[in-house]
Structures are given as structure tokens and as C-alpha cells.
């Protein structure tokens, strides 16, 4: 089973805001190998840059790399990008990168903002860490 991994459900686990326990256990999946994860190649700068904010460079670096390992990372190709920014059904361009690095890497796009992908719902299985691991603990066995 291939899942795409949205920058969200990594802050999650980073900031421990609301969910971080469902994403932690998730992300811990993908590194143990019982799933393929994938993320964009956006999601590791993002991470390091909201990271830097709040602490320095050295931790930042640390941070990023720790919480992204056993992760594929799907390369931010031309046609990506281009298909990023003619991408009329998502508002925000972050979200809309990280909608087609999925669509080119998984089957299913796990994100903790559901309803800024409304208007993609027919083209990739969209779920929470939570709906995931509730949908899949019998099929993956954990």
C-alpha cells in the first residue's frame, strides 16, 4: 500500500497539536515499513523553515531529517508544478503541489485538512490519520 503524506500530519507530531498521537503512529508505520510513504519534495523545506522559526538552524536541520526518514520523496518536476498552477479546484498552491505529488505517487492522500481537497475527492482516496488507521488496522495488521 502506497499513501502520500501531507505537510500537515508531520506538524502534527512536531507542534503535538490536536490528532498528533493518530499521526505519530502513522508516520511510525511508513518508517517501519509496513506501509510506502511518500511526500513532496516541498514538504522537507517546508518542515526545516517552520521548524527555524522556532528554533535554530542546527535543531531545525535535526527536526526535519528525523521526522522525514523512511519517507520517498516525489520530485517537484516541470510538469508538476505546471499542473499546480493550472489547478482550478484547490485554492492554495502549497496544497495544490502537494495534491499532484500524490496523485502521481499513491493511492491514498492523508491529510489533516480534508476539506481544502473537496474538489479532488473523486480522484484520490482523502482521509485523516485517524480514518486511516481506523479504515486499515485490519488490513495492515496493526
Known amino acids: ?5 501531507d505537510v500537515n500530519v508531520f506538524m502534527d507530531v512536531l507542534t503535538r497539536r490536536s490528532g498528533w498521537k493518530a499521526s505519530l503512529v502513522l508516520l511510525q ?3 517501519t515499513g509496513k506501509i510506502e510513504g511518500y511526500i513532496s519534495a516541498l514538504t522537507v523545506p517546508v518542515i526545516y523553515f517552520l521548524r527555524a522559526r522556532i528554533f535554530n538552524e542546527e535543531k531545525a536541520r535535526e527536526d526535519t531529517r528525523k521526522i522525514v526518514a523512511g519517507f520517498k520523496i516525489v520530485p517537484l518536476s516541470e510538469d508538476l508544478i ?3 498552477f493550472e489547478e482550478k479546484r484547490i485554492k492554495d498552491f502549497e496544497d495544490s503541489i502537494q495534491f499532484h505529488s500524490a496523485r ?3 493511492e491514498i492522500f492523508v491529510t489533516r485538512n480534508i476539506k481544502d481537497f473537496k474538489g479532488v475527492r473523486d480522484e484520490i482516496e482523502l482521509l485523516t490519520p485517524e480514518k486511516f488507521l481506523e479504515k486499515y488496522e485490519g488490513v495492515l495488521g496493526f
Open 1 to 5: 500500500m502506497r499513501i502520500f503524506v
Open 29 to 31: 508505520l511508513v518508517r
Open 82 to 84: 505546471v499542473k499546480s
Open 104 to 106: 502521481v505517487s499513491s
